[in-house]
């Protein structure tokens, strides 16, 4: 990572299918849900200490 950045805070990814989304990220590649927000769309996923 270049000198301007010590870490990337966070990343948006718009996806078709939240449910399945994720599904995938906490089964296949083992992360947890930090939150969920079913009526808005949206969910924080939990990647080592950063959401």
């Not at 969920?36 to 996923?45: L, V």
Request: net charge negative; aromatic share 14%.
């Amino acid at each position: 990572m270049s000198a301007l950045f010590k870490r990337i805070d966070t990343v948006f990814l718009e996806v078709t299918d939240m449910e399945k989304s994720i599904k995938w990220y906490t089964e296949v590649l083992g992360f947890s849900v930090r939150w969920h927000d079913e009526e808005n769309g949206y969910a924080a996923i939990e990647m080592g200490k950063h959401p």
